[in-house]
């Protein structure tokens, strides 16, 4: 038997803009501006099936403590767009991480990318570059400040063969299918998976999977069933997150080929290949808004086991 929350609608979005005072900022600017720009698309969507926008604010991270205080946990939903886990370490304090904390054990909903779902898994076990060894690429493993999700977020997917570009990982457009069986391809750099803990009390659901295929085509075949889970959603209280190690939000009129092969020639992504992959605007808003915000809304932790899954 299915067990669902009893949960209210979505009604407002808080994007975290970053701590704007530091020069660490915490996330990407970029990823920012692409986060705002995503939900002015997924309101347009919401509008087209005859259901009301929310409303989305801004927070910059050195007045969160306040916003999370003023806000109803119960209808509003965290975003906390992608950036270095490392920064994200650096920029929160223990005060503001107990803050988010107890925004979502009160209900409150999140939707976090990549380097911010690195950041809430319990263990985090990522290849890199560091600039005492740059020869060589190092494995590192970090227990998390605040593990949100209580299992290990592994990665990266596609990882950087050689030394020159002075990373861990390259960019790539992937084929991910969700529960319905519905595939999208979307932008992926420096995401991996999601690996479910071996015993734990927390509820997760998966909501879209690397095919094996696609695993294959990164070099992935010997971890096929460890490295499939792309995006999951969690139980934290009463609430509960979207972690998802994809970018739905890039598409292909964001890859500029040329200037991309020329800022970054030893990169190892193919970019005319990531241009022309890369799913239209009106594909990805639908599978994303299906993917993510349907499960969100209802915090349904059923798996949908009658599917591809």
């Known amino acids: 038997m299915a067990i669902v929350t009893q949960v209210l609608p979505l009604r407002e979005v808080f994007i975290y803009i970053g701590h704007t005072q530091n020069p660490i900022l915490g996330p990407y600017w970029d990823n920012i501006a692409k986060r705002i720009q995503m939900f002015e698309e997924i309101n347009a969507y919401r509008q087209q099936k005859g259901l009301f926008p929310?409303?989305?604010?801004?927070v910059e991270g050195e007045n969160l403590e306040k916003r999370l205080s003023e806000i109803d946990p119960k209808t509003s939903l965290m975003v906390i767009p992608a950036g270095q886990s490392s920064n994200l370490d650096r920029v929160f304090s223990d005060e503001e991480l107990k803050a988010l904390m107890?925004?979502?054990?009160?209900?409150?909903?999140?939707?976090?990318?990549?380097g911010?779902?690195?950041?809430?898994s319990k263990i985090r076990d990522y290849?890199?570059?560091?600039e005492e060894n740059p020869e060589h690429l190092k494995r590192v493993k970090k227990e998390?400040?605040?593990?949100?999700?209580k299992g290990t977020a592994v990665g990266p997917l596609c990882s950087f063969p050689g030394s020159k570009y002075q990373?861990?990982?390259y960019s790539d457009a992937v084929t991910i299918i969700n529960q319905t069986g519905k595939s999208c391809t979307v932008f992926l750099s420096g995401g991996g998976s999601?690996?479910?803990?071996?015993?734990?009390?927390?509820?997760v659901r998966v909501l879209s999977r690397y095919?094996?295929?696609?695993l294959r085509r990164l070099e992935k075949e010997e971890n096929l069933k460890q490295l499939q889970n792309a995006s999951i959603m969690v139980e934290v209280g009463k609430g509960g997150l979207v972690l998802a190690m994809y970018h739905p939000y890039y598409g292909a009129k964001d890859i500029e080929v040329e200037r991309y092969e020329q800022a970054f020639p030893d990169s190892g992504t193919n970019w005319k290949q990531v241009h022309n992959r890369l799913s239209s605007l009106e594909d990805r808003v639908a599978w994303v808004y299906e993917s993510v915000f349907i499960p969100l809304e209802t915090l349904d932790f059923e798996e949908r086991k009658e599917n591809l899954f």
């Open 54 to 58: 929310w409303k989305v604010h801004q």
């Open 194 to 203: 999601f690996v479910l803990p071996p015993m734990s009390e927390q509820r």
């Open 144 to 149: 998390s400040r605040i593990p949100l999700f």
């Open 102 to 114: 107890e925004f979502f054990q009160k209900g409150g909903r999140g939707y976090l990318t990549c």
């Open 211 to 214: 095919p094996e295929n696609e």
């Open 116 to 120: 911010a779902a690195y950041w809430v």
């Open 167 to 169: 990373v861990g990982f």
């Open 127 to 130: 290849e890199g570059f560091f």
